[in-house]
């Protein structure tokens, strides 16, 4: 199975400051890589699918990139509702469907 | 409006049985794949079984095939996740997901969960 290794585990950061999420795959997944972001006691929502293609009513301060083994999720500009932890989660290799560890983004 | 609800879930005997529904509502299960995916208290996500929209092909994780069947009632809008010899590694929120297409694995919206708890 595809093993997704997320980094770092935890990022803290301020409002106003830019998150770099990596993910990186055991082996090739192409571009089908997804972002998902949970808050406590909340389902993950997509933000991002195909490592680039933003969801609906995702804002434009997020955004994906990569291809192959390792991708990346940035926000642009924290805001207070983005601390969160996010995951990705491949599809190109399936089943099973995988997802990486998560990566928390914390309130400095 | 795309909605998921969740029900069935709660405190069984390892050995025990369930059975989870979802609900759904703004789509019809004919034109989507369905997932199933949990998360264990504290813990990631994992996928756990995904039936395709089109012929209602079945797929499992290592974890649970054998123990576990997904189906589906377009009639009914209802998808089920029956859930046998259940241990304490199977506790988790199982969570719902709709597809964004018939086969295709994107992972477009997710019911709020349904708590399972396996304990004597």
């Known amino acids: 199975e595809v093993v997704l290794t997320q980094s770092p585990a935890t990022l803290s950061l301020s409002p106003g400051e830019k998150a770099t999420l990596s993910c990186r795959a055991s082996?090739?997944?192409?571009?089908?890589l997804a972002w998902f972001q949970q808050k406590p006691g909340q389902a993950p929502r997509l933000l991002i699918s195909d490592a680039s293609n933003r969801a609906t009513g995702i804002p434009d301060r997020f955004s994906g990139s990569g291809f192959g083994t390792d991708f990346t999720l940035a926000i642009s500009s924290l805001e207070p509702e983005d601390f969160a932890v996010y995951y990705c989660?491949?599809?190109?290799?399936?089943?099973?469907?995988?997802f990486g560890g998560g990566t928390k983004v914390e309130l400095k | 409006e795309v909605q998921l609800l969740e029900s069935g879930g709660g405190l069984v005997q390892p050995g025990g049985s369930l059975r989870l529904s979802c609900v759904v509502s703004?789509?019809?299960?004919?034109?989507?794949?369905m997932s199933w995916v949990r998360q264990a208290p504290g813990k990631g996500l994992e996928w756990v079984s995904a039936?395709?929209?089109?012929?209602?092909?079945?797929f499992y994780s290592d974890s649970v095939k054998g123990r576990f069947t997904i189906s589906r009632d377009i009639s009914e809008d209802t998808l089920t996740l029956q859930m046998n010899s259940l241990t304490s590694a199977d506790t988790a929120v199982y969570y719902c997901v709709k597809a964004s297409t018939q086969t295709n694995m994107i992972l477009e919206y997710w019911g709020q969960g349904t708590l399972i708890t396996v304990s004597s």
């Open positions: 039936i395709s929209g089109s012929d209602e092909t079945t």
């Open positions: 703004g789509f019809t299960l004919r034109k989507y794949a």
């Open positions: 989660q491949q599809r190109k290799i399936w089943p099973p469907l995988t």
């Open positions: 082996e090739s997944v192409d571009r089908y």
